[in-house]
């Protein structure tokens, strides 16, 4: 009776143990972030900003995918291969076979023409248009004067035909972007301007799939089982949206999130990495973005270069650096930051000499000094007031008078736009890896007006379309040197600060997090493991 007894007592144990063990063992794998804004929208044609949910719920034609820190590479995504004409103007993109969207749709030639029609109708009021602008007919489109894209075209059930105006080098590297995320066409069309708005009015081909969605509170994205590269080893990735940078340190270190981006709270970057747990478990890359300041030539007294250059040398970048960013980065003397694609690490450098500057700006008609305005947002964090107060304290040694001039948000973009906002600052991260993301975004003949630049310099307009069309890479690499040095050393068009690492803290169960190569807070985690 006794050996009965326990002969059940130790079936039953086992049985226990092998219960909590299958248990252990089929857990489901959560990766939980704290996001610092709501997204609004999962279209990425309708947003600017937060790719967190396109870039892990849909996929593109090219991926860009990160080989070291800051360095990245252009792979086969929804396409296996493409080729381009000798000429530089057709683009045949060769679709993988098989891929469904996930509502289980296959991914066809006509979804890949559908998505990029879709964002040139007028009708869609897209805000990402530019991306396509060098397609054939794509004005004509977005003028509503056709009623569909001439250089779009399905020339089968798994081919795509992308002709171009012109050459457009970086092309390629503008469809592994997020703005060119691949749509089903039978999913999106029917939802039209409600499409993105909600979990169940979204529908991707990529490695997650949006579940659930708590407007100013989370969204959750599960493991699509079907996705074709192989399905995520995280179950679930659940965004929690945290505005409150001491409030997301606090979920972090209590465990309820799994990784704090630094760039959320760049005040806690000391706190972290002396820490003797956190510290050991910092990730970082090199930022592909540059910390700037503008100068508005169509505003006395930058409409001087001497002046210009004075405010150039007048202000102690290097100090910046370590007061406000702990001297986590680097100066950027050019256009460029490091890490993309042709940057020159030998550019000449901006010398810091306010006697010199004082001299300078003597010499531009303005021995007594100068009264001057830098233009804020009211509603922005207070990074942009901290720096910009140093900036007005440090320039003042060489005579420049600084009022800081707060405003909203709305009146601050419509200014800018027209060409009539005074000098600011702001940051700058890639959006693809190509030179002409930075160069013609803010040099070019709209970008030099629309930003409040007004570097009206038909040498450097013609400089930026040679750029676009030049395909040997030597030649392209030196037109793009000569040009910052054109652009802020002669020109002195704007003030580069600097690049910053991006830092990342995250929990020991995170086994492998892959920092993306341009720097952004959105990131896929398709690479993610975690226990």
Same mark, same amino acid.
């Given at each position: 009776?006794?050996?009965?007894r326990?002969?059940v007592?130790l079936?039953?144990?086992?049985?226990?143990?092998g219960?909590?063990?299958?248990?252990?063992?089929?857990a489901e794998?959560?990766f939980?972030?704290?996001?610092?804004?709501?997204p609004?929208?999962?279209?990425?044609q309708? =947003? =600017?900003?937060?790719y967190?949910?396109?870039m892990?719920?849909?996929?593109?034609?090219?991926?860009?995918?990160?080989?070291a820190?800051?360095?990245?590479?252009?792979?086969?995504?929804?396409?296996?291969?493409?080729?381009?004409?000798?000429d530089?103007?057709?683009?045949t993109? &060769?679709? #993988?076979?098989g891929?469904?969207?996930?509502n289980?749709?296959?991914?066809? $030639?006509?979804?890949?023409?559908?998505t990029?029609?879709?964002?040139?109708?007028p009708?869609?009021?897209?805000? %990402? =248009?530019?991306?396509?602008?060098?397609?054939?007919?794509?004005?004509?489109?977005?003028e509503g004067? $056709?009623?569909?894209?001439?250089?779009?075209?399905?020339?089968?059930? !798994?081919?795509?035909?992308?002709?171009?105006?012109?050459?457009?080098?970086?092309?390629l590297?503008?469809m592994?972007?997020?703005?060119?995320?691949?749509?089903?066409?039978?999913?999106?069309?029917?939802?039209r %301007?409600k !499409?993105?708005?909600?979990?169940?009015?979204?529908?991707g081909?990529?490695?997650f /799939?949006?579940?659930?969605?708590?407007?100013?509170?989370?969204h959750?994205?599960v493991?699509n089982?079907?996705y074709?590269?192989?399905?995520?080893?995280?179950?679930?990735?659940?965004?929690?949206?945290?505005?409150?940078?001491?409030?997301?340190?606090?979920?972090?270190?209590?465990?309820?999130?799994?990784?704090?981006?630094?760039?959320?709270?760049?005040?806690?970057?000391?706190y972290?990495?002396?820490?003797?747990?956190?510290?050991?478990?910092?990730?970082?890359?090199?930022?592909v973005?540059?910390?700037?300041?503008t100068? %508005?030539q169509?505003?006395?007294? *930058?409409?001087?270069?001497k002046? #210009? @250059?004075?405010?150039q040398?007048?202000?102690?970048r290097?100090?910046?650096?370590?007061?406000?960013?702990?001297?986590?980065?680097?100066?950027?003397?050019?256009?460029?930051?490091?890490?993309?694609?042709?940057?020159?690490?030998?550019?000449?450098? /901006?010398?810091?000499?306010?006697?010199?500057?004082?001299?300078?700006?003597?010499e531009?008609?303005?021995?007594?000094?100068v009264?001057?305005? /830098?233009?804020?947002?009211?509603?922005?964090?207070s990074?942009?007031?901290?720096?910009?107060e140093?900036?007005?304290?440090m320039v003042? @040694?060489?005579?420049?008078?600084? =009022?800081?001039?707060q405003?909203?948000?709305?009146?601050?973009?419509?200014?800018?736009k027209?060409g009539?906002?005074?000098?600011?600052?702001?940051?700058w991260? $890639?959006?693809?890896?190509?030179?002409?993301?930075?160069? !013609?975004?803010? *040099?070019? +003949?709209?970008?030099?007006?629309?930003?409040?630049?007004n %570097?009206?310099?038909?040498e450097?307009?013609?400089?930026?379309?040679?750029?676009r069309?030049?395909?040997?890479?030597a030649?392209?690499?030196?037109? !793009?040197?000569?040009?910052?040095?054109? /652009?802020?050393?002669?020109? $002195?068009?704007?003030?580069?600060?600097?690049?910053?690492?991006?830092?990342?803290?995250?929990?020991p169960?995170?086994?492998?997090?892959?920092?993306?190569?341009?720097?952004?807070?959105?990131f +896929?985690? &398709?690479?993610?493991?975690?226990?």
């Amino acid at each position: 009776m006794r050996k009965s007894r326990l002969f059940v007592v130790l079936s039953l144990s086992f049985l226990l143990a092998g219960i909590l063990a299958a248990g252990a063992f089929a857990a489901e794998k959560v990766f939980t972030i704290a996001y610092n804004e709501e997204p609004q929208t999962s279209d990425m044609q309708m =947003t =600017t900003s937060c790719y967190m949910i396109p870039m892990n719920v849909y996929d593109r034609l090219i991926e860009c995918v990160t080989t070291a820190p800051g360095k990245s590479a252009l792979v086969p995504g929804l396409a296996t291969k493409w080729e381009v004409s000798k000429d530089g103007k057709v683009y045949t993109f &060769y679709l #993988r076979k098989g891929v469904k969207f996930h509502n289980g749709e296959e991914l066809t $030639a006509q979804d890949v023409v559908y998505t990029f029609d879709r964002m040139l109708d007028p009708k869609t009021k897209a805000l %990402n =248009t530019d991306i396509l602008d060098f397609v054939l007919g794509a004005k004509d489109r977005m003028e509503g004067k $056709a009623a569909s894209t001439a250089g779009l075209k399905a020339l089968d059930r !798994y081919t795509v035909r992308i002709t171009l105006e012109k050459p457009f080098v970086p092309f390629l590297a503008i469809m592994a972007s997020p703005q060119a995320s691949i749509l089903n066409e039978k999913f999106t069309r029917p939802l039209r %301007n409600k !499409y993105g708005l909600t979990a169940q009015a979204t529908c991707g081909t990529g490695p997650f /799939i949006l579940k659930e969605w708590v407007l100013n509170d989370h969204h959750t994205m599960v493991a699509n089982p079907n996705y074709f590269r192989g399905r995520p080893q995280i179950d679930k990735f659940v965004v929690k949206i945290v505005t409150d940078p001491e409030t997301m340190r606090m979920l972090f270190e209590s465990g309820e999130i799994d990784l704090f981006d630094c760039d959320f709270a760049m005040s806690q970057i000391p706190y972290f990495t002396s820490h003797p747990k956190w510290g050991k478990q910092t990730v970082s890359g090199p930022r592909v973005g540059i910390y700037y300041y503008t100068f %508005n030539q169509a505003i006395k007294p *930058f409409d001087n270069v001497k002046v #210009r @250059k004075a405010f150039q040398m007048a202000v102690d970048r290097k100090l910046i650096l370590q007061k406000m960013f702990y001297n986590h980065g680097q100066l950027e003397n050019g256009v460029m930051p490091r890490g993309l694609i042709h940057y020159n690490p030998n550019q000449e450098k /901006i010398e810091y000499n306010p006697e010199k500057a004082k001299k300078l700006l003597a010499e531009a008609g303005y021995p007594n000094g100068v009264d001057m305005e /830098i233009a804020l947002v009211a509603s922005t964090g207070s990074q942009w007031q901290k720096m910009s107060e140093i900036v007005q304290a440090m320039v003042a @040694k060489a005579g420049f008078r600084v =009022t800081l001039k707060q405003m909203d948000e709305a009146a601050f973009y419509a200014t800018r736009k027209e060409g009539k906002l005074p000098m600011y600052t702001n940051k700058w991260s $890639a959006d693809f890896n190509d030179p002409d993301n930075f160069f !013609y975004t803010f *040099f070019g +003949p709209k970008g030099t007006v629309a930003r409040s630049y007004n %570097n009206i310099s038909p040498e450097v307009f013609a400089a930026l379309e040679k750029g676009r069309s030049e395909t040997d890479f030597a030649k392209r690499g030196k037109l !793009y040197a000569d040009l910052e040095k054109k /652009i802020v050393i002669d020109q $002195a068009a704007w003030l580069p600060m600097f690049s910053l690492k991006h830092i990342y803290v995250v929990q020991p169960r995170v086994k492998k997090f892959v920092v993306p190569w341009n720097g952004w807070s959105d990131f +896929p985690i &398709y690479e993610t493991r975690v226990e």
